[in-house]
């Protein structure tokens, strides 16, 4: 592996690319795909369903993009909850199941370890990677669908930074996620949203539908922002998995939820 980052299945991030040789952000790609078959194409989730020989061999086929071994990639069980999770050299040492315990309930991760990748699956949730480069270099992955944006899981990440690290040092990634004008929700909750302070071109109506939508990259935009993450260091992906036509992205709302899932990460270099 050389320090200009994996090329295949993946796209780097903008963090790999401002911090060469620090770093490693990375999406997956859908690649070759049957439509017929939700799950087909390159996925590395291993809880929506997919078959266990599928997505291992996504899997080791990632492992070998980025150098290292299959049990570096961490992924964890999420259920749109805000448990953060923290990955240390303790948690590297575990068997296959007392992982799965730790990481079961688990939307976010955050790792000071070097050559071990974290990061979520999503299919239209909003996808966070955070990189840290001060005193103590640190990476976080982030899963924030409506509820742990409401929830604000990616604050409750970045205050694990900012035990070790000033906000002036961190970078963010939102990456690949539904749009504000594909996210259509209930009044119910739009109304959750509202009644937590939320308005203006963040929630809106949709006049010709009357459906209203939330602009859930620009809620968690700002919730860095007000963590004091400069906001000339996030960088939001203008790619929006729900009506993007390149086949690369899996969106729940195109495809249902039984399907494979976009695989967003980050490694300490
Ligand atoms: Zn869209």
Same mark, same amino acid.
């Given at each position: 592996m050389t320090n200009t980052g994996p090329t295949t299945n993946v796209k780097r991030g903008p963090l790999s690319v401002l911090f060469p040789g620090n770093v490693i952000d990375f999406t997956t790609l859908r690649g070759?795909?049957? %439509?017929?078959?939700?799950?087909?194409?390159f996925s590395v989730c291993s809880y929506t369903g997919d078959n266990p020989m599928h997505y291992d061999g996504c899997i080791a086929q990632l492992a070998s993009t980025l150098g290292v =071994?299959? =049990? %570096?990639i961490i992924q964890p069980r999420q259920t749109h909850g805000t448990q953060v999770l923290v990955i240390d050299e303790n948690f590297i040492s575990l068997d296959t199941d007392q992982r799965r315990e730790r990481l079961d309930k688990t939307d976010a991760l955050v790792t000071t370890c070097r050559h071990v990748a974290i990061g979520v699956n999503t299919a239209d949730c909003v996808p966070i990677l955070l990189y840290a480069h001060g005193k103590v270099p640190m990476v976080a992955a982030i899963h924030a669908g409506w509820r742990g944006t409401l929830a604000e899981i990616a604050t409750k990440a970045v205050k694990i930074m900012l035990n070790t690290n000033d906000a002036d040092c961190i970078a963010a990634y939102i990456g690949v996620s539904i749009c504000r004008n594909c996210f259509e929700v209930g009044d119910e909750v739009a109304n959750l949203f509202v009644q937590a302070g939320y308005s203006g071109e963040t929630i809106f109506r949709n006049h010709d539908t009357g459906k209203a939508h939330i602009d859930l990259q620009e809620i968690n935009r700002r919730q860095l922002a007000n963590c004091g993450i400069h906001i000339e260091n996030i960088f939001t992906d203008n790619c929006c998995s729900r009506h993007?036509?390149?086949?690369n992205y899996f969106s729940a709302r195109r495809m249902g939820v039984n399907s494979g899932r976009t695989f967003t990460g980050i490694m300490l270099l």
């Open positions: 070759n795909h049957d %439509n017929l078959d939700p799950y087909s194409g =071994n299959a =049990n %570096n993007d036509t390149s086949g």
